[in-house]
């Protein structure tokens, strides 16, 4: 059996005992708030960073599709496109099928220089595309730059066969027609759209090859956002640029704008006519149809000579309050 020594056994007795530290309850409570707060001052700085690196993509997108859109211009002589001008039908066959809007259906051919579905789709839209036929298209284009597009309703296009006035093919706007394509919008964002861009006429010559809508056309007007298969609009098919022109809907319950501010830190992005794109307020953008001329006001606001006030666009060359930096009228 071991035994200590004397000399051992002092120095155990002597030598103090080690102390244990600890955290104390309010100490970890401390720490814990201190997190909460950091996080709750951090997170929405890294959320917001995340958005602007999706407004980037989307931005770089638009400047994409502008560019194919140009392209597209070169190939058919200076013109835009004009999209569809029925769905499922021929003249020819003695029944043209549904009459769509001026500018639906303008993904479609387009699709060939542009050759990739994700530029169609913002990175902030949030539906998904179901392929191969539901393909989302976050942009919309300006049914101004389509000849046509002021047609009245009551043309439902019932009509068969024929070559009557109203049936010709809408045709895109030379450029050489825009007085200042640098203000007149080309593309703009949407929401809720499914479309078939991977065929030329997004299935429009064959039923079984059409997604839910064609791509989508407006002069930035509520209720005046053409999406669907025939000559109608709908409400689910929406805006994501904010109100334009400070405008503001009749009905908040019966709108096509999904909300007063845009889809990216309340602003949306917007193609103009001259390629370039950029990020703006949907209040400074004019809406409506084609001015009557490049100096007049939205809606004739302040009344001018030779303006019409009913649903118009500011022009082109106005520069009065309030201030809009691009508008949808190509004049």
């Not at 302040?302 to 006030?309: I, R």
């Amino acid at each position: 059996m071991l035994r200590t020594t004397h000399t051992e056994h002092i120095e155990r007795k002597t030598t103090p005992n080690r102390r244990r530290f600890a955290f104390t309850l309010i100490e970890l409570l401390v720490v814990i708030a201190i997190i909460a707060i950091l996080a709750a001052i951090l997170f929405p700085v890294f959320a917001q960073a995340r958005e602007k690196a999706r407004q980037t993509v989307c931005l770089s997108n638009e400047r994409q599709l502008g560019l194919a859109l140009l392209q597209y211009a070169q190939d058919w002589d200076e013109t835009l496109p004009s999209g569809l001008d029925r769905n499922n039908g021929k003249k020819d066959s003695g029944k043209w099928g549904n009459r769509v809007w001026p500018g639906e259906g303008w993904a479609g051919p387009l699709f060939p220089y542009c050759k990739s579905a994700d530029l169609l789709r913002c990175p902030t839209d949030g539906v998904r595309s179901e392929p191969p036929l539901n393909l989302v298209v976050s942009y919309g284009y300006n049914i101004n730059l389509v000849s046509g597009s002021e047609v009245s309703s009551d043309d439902t296009g019932d009509d068969e066969g024929g070559s009557d006035e109203k049936d010709r093919t809408p045709a895109g706007a030379p450029l050489p027609l825009l007085t200042a394509p640098s203000r007149t919008v080309l593309l703009f964002e949407v929401s809720n759209v499914w479309a078939n861009v991977r065929d030329e006429r997004e299935g429009a010559a064959a039923p079984d090859q059409q997604g839910k809508h064609f791509s989508a056309s407006a002069n930035g007007l509520d209720n005046r956002l053409y999406a669907q298969k025939d000559w109608t609009t709908s409400h689910e098919n929406q805006y994501a640029t904010g109100f334009l022109g400070e405008r503001r809907p009749r009905d908040p319950q019966k709108t096509q704008f999904r909300r007063e501010t845009g889809r990216h830190a309340d602003g949306a992005n917007f193609l103009l006519a001259d390629g370039h794109a950029r990020f703006l307020k949907g209040a400074r953008v004019s809406s409506g149809r084609n001015a009557s001329a490049e100096w007049c006001g939205q809606d004739n606001k302040p009344p001018q000579n030779n303006c019409d006030g009913q649903f118009r666009a500011a022009g082109t060359a106005f520069d009065g309050p309030p201030g809009f930096a691009a508008t949808f009228s190509i004049r």
